[in-house]
């Protein structure tokens, strides 16, 4: 039996496949959506909706995005919204994705004590969706740490703009 090793894949672009099927899916626009869970179960992938609708999490060094270093941006995968540029990404080996900054426009917060812990939950400012929590252990300039669930992020390169 012969062992193989797996050919690091470059990412060009990470394709929202929901967003075809998603009527309130837009980059450009802005305006707030008050959306319920029920229609958002109807338009979502059951993971998606999981993590983005109900806060659930996935699992540590799977998502797509926890060791993903090309230049572009990163959106909302429910509804489009600019969340992060790649700029602010760093290798925090947490097993998520993570930044020390996000778009003041993207994001907003709500304390979450669920699981016995207090935490800072990170929600899509346009369509309220769990995209993962913050903390105060990342790097220079914030020291914040953005650990995000890759599900809930979309990336378009620069190049692709």
């Given at each position: 039996m012969c062992s193989q090793t797996k050919k690091p894949v470059k990412i060009t672009h990470m394709e929202n496949i929901e967003a075809k099927n998603n009527p309130y899916y837009s980059r450009t626009n802005t305006?707030?959506?008050?959306?319920?869970?029920?229609?958002?179960?109807?338009?979502?992938a059951p993971d998606l909706y999981a993590v983005a609708r109900e806060a659930a999490t996935e699992r540590a060094f799977t998502g797509k995005y926890n060791e993903f270093d090309?230049?572009?941006?990163?959106?909302?995968?429910?509804?489009?919204?600019?969340?992060?540029?790649s700029t602010s990404k760093f290798a925090s080996s947490c097993g998520w994705p993570s930044f020390f900054e996000a778009d003041k426009e993207g994001v907003y917060y709500k304390r979450d004590v669920t699981y016995g812990m207090e935490r800072?939950?990170?929600l899509c400012?346009?369509?309220?969706?769990?995209?993962?929590?913050?903390?105060?252990?990342?790097?220079?300039?914030?020291?914040?740490?953005?650990?995000?669930?890759?599900?809930?992020?979309?990336?378009?390169?620069d190049s692709q703009k």
């Open positions: 305006t707030k959506l008050n959306i319920s869970n029920e229609e958002w179960k109807k338009i979502l090309e230049i572009g941006d990163y959106y909302c995968a429910v509804c489009g919204h600019h969340l992060f540029r800072v939950e990170v400012k346009r369509c309220d969706s769990h995209l993962g929590h913050v903390f105060d252990d990342g790097p220079k300039p914030t020291g914040l740490r953005y650990c995000m669930n890759s599900i809930s992020l979309e990336f378009v390169p």
